[in-house]
């Protein structure tokens, strides 16, 4: 059974910094795009970053500069470095797996970040 296990999230104050990890337990790690989706109480689901099988990075325009999302294939996992950290980040920070051409598209549980002014 494929799970993904964010960790890393927690209370911050403004200005500090968070590094998310999401440990996928699938086969053929590399294969799979991986990306972090944010979504704040009362609003849709968005993406904040993503890292191709490649390794190409994007990242929603509200968080350039400031996130930088990584990939340790030894490891089977994904990370989401996060500084500057704003009030607006403030939200469940959720992983996901998506191998392209196929079905397999996976989520993780979620893990809550908090940024204190």
């Known amino acids: 059974q494929v799970q993904l296990v964010e960790s890393g999230g927690g209370l911050v104050q403004a200005g500090g910094s968070l590094r998310l990890s999401c440990a996928a337990s699938v086969t053929s790690f590399s294969m799979y795009s991986m990306f972090w989706y944010l979504q704040a109480p009362g609003k849709q689901r968005e993406l904040v970053a993503a890292i191709s099988s490649g390794g190409t990075t994007n990242y929603a325009d509200s968080v350039k500069g400031r996130f930088t999302i990584s990939r340790d294939n030894a490891k089977n996992t994904v990370y989401l470095q996060m500084n500057s950290l704003k009030p607006e980040d403030t939200a469940v920070y959720y992983c996901?797996?998506?191998?392209?051409?196929?079905?397999?598209?996976?989520w993780g549980q979620g893990t809550q970040v908090t940024v204190s002014s």
């Open positions: 996901n797996a998506n191998r392209a051409f196929t079905r397999r598209n996976f």
